[in-house]
C-alpha cells in the first residue's frame, strides 16, 4: 500500500524558516506529481505547492510566492518545502500529497486532484 512519510515542521517564530520533507512509498511509478496542502482550524484545505519529481515544474499559492520553495530530492518520489519568513498565519496542518501523473499543473493546488495524503505535521509560528 502507498505510504507519504512526512518529517520537518515544528515551532518557529515570525520571520523564521522551516524544512518539511516527504517521501512516497511503495508507489508502482517512479515519479508523481507531489506536494503540500495545509489546513488551519476552522478553514478550508489549501494546496500550496506541488512539483513532478520527474519533470521540476512548480506550481504554488499566491499566499506563499517568493518565501516558500519546493524541490525534488535525488531519490526517487521525495520533496522537500524549504519555507522562509514564516508568518503566524501560516500556523496550520500541512500534508504531503501524490498523485502518479506525467505532470503537475494547476489542477494540483486543488484537494481532488492528489490521490494520496500523508497524515500531516503541525507548523505553528509565533508573532
Known amino acids: 500500500e502507498v505510504d507519504l512519510v512526512e518529517s520537518g515542521g515544528g515551532s518557529a517564530q515570525a520571520g523564521g524558516s522551516l524544512r518539511l520533507s516527504c517521501v512516497l512509498r511503495?508507489?508502482?511509478?517512479?515519479?508523481?506529481?507531489m506536494g503540500w496542502f495545509r489546513q488551519a482550524p476552522g478553514q478550508e484545505r489549501e494546496g500550496v505547492a506541488t512539483?513532478?519529481?520527474?519533470?521540476?515544474?512548480?506550481y504554488y499559492a499566491d499566499s506563499v510566492k517568493g518565501r516558500f520553495t519546493i524541490s525534488q530530492g535525488s531519490a526517487p518520489n521525495t520533496v522537500y518545502l524549504q519555507m522562509n519568513n514564516l508568518r503566524p498565519e501560516d500556523t496550520a496542518m500541512y500534508f504531503c500529497?501524490?498523485?502518479?501523473?506525467?505532470?503537475?499543473?494547476?489542477?494540483?493546488?486543488?484537494?481532488?486532484?492528489?490521490?494520496?495524503w500523508g497524515k500531516g505535521t503541525q507548523v505553528t509560528i509565533s508573532s
Open positions: 511503495r508507489a508502482t511509478y517512479s515519479t508523481h506529481c
Open positions: 512539483v513532478h519529481t520527474g519533470r521540476g515544474g512548480a
Open positions: 500529497v501524490a498523485a502518479p501523473t506525467i505532470g503537475c499543473g494547476p489542477w494540483s493546488l486543488r484537494s481532488d486532484g492528489m490521490d494520496y
